[in-house]
């Protein structure tokens, strides 16, 4: 039964694909109605009204014609918030977009990828002239690359692309700098670890060329006066020196309005720890039925998207079920630590070289 505007859009593309045949009307429909789901549109009379012109203007069998009038010509029933939050339909294909883009990244992708890496590549080449601190740093680092160590809840939680056992510097050396696309998700938990354990105590070296870029440049430049100014202190290992090199992540991002005001960034409860999954994707407990063709990674985690409850109080939670977005869990520390990677080890001197980062 179809019971929100996202099953309607998708059941729309899905019999106009099966057509035999398609003419321009047809293909211009299509990518209207993936327009309409891209943008998280919920506007029924837009949905109406294409089908409505593509009626009209194309020579479509009856029975065809029939199956596309009843998708629209007939009210779409109450539903409630958690009804929109499962919403099957959505978290199977936002899934498959995931999916792709991780499993079989651009080349310019993997390109961004490396520059992260060789700055940190640079840094565990450098490990014997480290200071004790940046040594101590390094190493928890690389002990936190485990899958599963102690009685740490959230190693359970943060080992999507981890390792069995802790690897040695020079695995993770080589891993980094072979950069190959099939081992991005190994590659990306590399760094999201280093952002978390070694970004803030570690000094990362000012190279000939380096600047920063886009609105994060203006925002350094008023900070600290000077761009150049600012880089040359993250290259420092000074204690007073780690509220420089956290600050995009710690300040900017994290004591931002989202992150502060907004009930818990959507989250009800506890993450359930319970909630192990091999299974990559976005859909629920009791969802089994629309993922079944998804894959699975080699280790088991704590996956946000079945373990976290929303909060439907929450402006976030309820911003995104209008629009019948896909809730996860509001604002990611996760998503601010790869930002500040970006920034302050990319240092990217375009908007495109960052989207694909």
């Known amino acids: 039964m179809l019971r929100l505007t996202t099953d309607i859009i998708l059941s729309a593309i899905f019999l106009l694909e099966k057509m035999p045949t398609k003419n321009k009307n047809i293909i211009l429909a299509i990518n209207q109605l993936k327009t309409y789901f891209y943008d998280h549109e919920t506007d029924l009379s837009k949905i109406q009204i294409t089908l409505t012109r593509l009626l009209e203007a194309s020579h479509i069998l009856p029975e065809q014609k029939k199956q596309l009038l009843l998708l629209f010509n007939r009210p779409l029933p109450k539903v409630t918030d958690e009804e929109v939050f499962l919403n099957p339909l959505r978290r199977q294909v936002e899934s498959l977009f995931a ?39 390094v190493n928890t680092f690389l002990s936190s690359l485990r899958h ?14 981890s390792f069995k056992e802790r690897p040695s510097r020079e695995q993770v050396i080589e891993i980094l700098n072979n950069n190959a696309s099939n081992q ?3 590659i990306m938990h590399i760094h999201f670890k280093f952002a978390l354990y070694a970004v803030r105590h570690v000094g990362v070296k000012f190279q000939d060329g380096d600047t920063l870029s886009g609105k994060f440049a203006e925002v350094i430049s008023g900070e600290y006066g000077s761009i150049d100014k600012y880089l040359k202190a993250l290259a420092q290992v000074a204690k007073h020196n780690e509220n420089i090199r956290c600050f995009l992540s710690d300040s900017l991002i994290c004591q931002s309005e989202i992150y502060t005001q907004f009930r818990k960034r959507g989250r009800a409860g506890k993450l359930k720890y319970s909630f192990y999954t091999e299974k990559m994707g976005l859909l629920r407990a009791g969802q089994e039925e629309f993922e079944q063709q998804f894959p699975e990674n080699d280790l088991a985690w704590v996956a946000d998207a079945k373990a976290q409850e929303p909060d439907y109080e929450s402006p976030i939670v309820k911003s995104a079920l209008k629009y019948e977005a896909i809730y996860v869990g509001g604002a990611s520390g996760m998503a601010a630590l790869f930002l500040h990677l970006m920034e302050n080890l990319g240092r990217f001197k375009t908007l495109n070289q960052k989207q694909c980062f």
């Open 148 to 161: 599963y160590v102690g009685n740490s809840k959230y190693n359970k939680v943060i080992a999507f692309g």
């Open 184 to 186: 991005l998700t190994v």
């Open 99 to 137: 999916i792709k883009a991780l499993l079989n990244p651009t080349d310019l992708m993997m390109e961004m990828v490396g520059v992260i890496s060789k700055r940190i590549t640079d840094i565990l080449l450098n490990y014997n002239a480290l200071k004790n601190t940046e040594k101590a740093a």
